[in-house]
Nanobody
Framework: VQLQASGGGLVQTGGSLRLSCTASGLTFSRGGNMAWFRQSSGKEHEFVAGIRYSGSTIYADSVKGRFTISRENAKNTVFLQMINLQPEDSAVYYC???????????????????WGQGTQVTVSS
């Protein structure tokens, strides 16, 4: 099992980035969750956005209206489009996947057995 994330970088305040993550070695069988979490220095993993196999989405309040999560089920790929980035969005962003995840666990980091390597997002003020 491997989750390969990419798309991070350095942007100015108000800028945009698009993250992508492809999961190989996983079978979702029309269920499960994929999500993005982020981690700043010294902090716990923070839920950012999650998406069910059906396409239904959940967002952290701090990113609603600015971030959009989507997925291509045929490619086991999840995306995170981020606009109007702010310095407080700076963090290492991780994708996570649970082919057997249920709706009530989308936000819970400890319910994801599969994680990507992380991609750094830095927003300069």
């Amino acid at each position: 099992v491997q989750l390969q994330a990419s798309g991070g970088g350095l942007v100015q305040t108000g800028g945009s980035l698009r993250l992508s993550c492809t999961a190989s070695g996983l079978t979702f069988s029309r269920g499960g969750n994929m999500a993005w979490f982020r981690q700043s220095s010294g902090k716990e993993h923070e839920f950012v956005a999650g998406i069910r196999y059906s396409g239904s989405t959940i967002y952290a309040d701090s990113v609603k209206g600015r971030f959009t999560i989507s997925r291509e089920n045929a490619k086991n790929t999840v995306f995170l489009q981020m606009i109007n980035l702010q310095p407080e969005d700076s963090a290492v962003y991780y994708c996570a996947a649970n082919p057997r995840g249920i709706l009530s666990t989308v936000r819970l980091a400890d319910q994801y057995p599969n994680w990507g390597q992380g991609t750094q997002v830095t927003v300069s003020s």
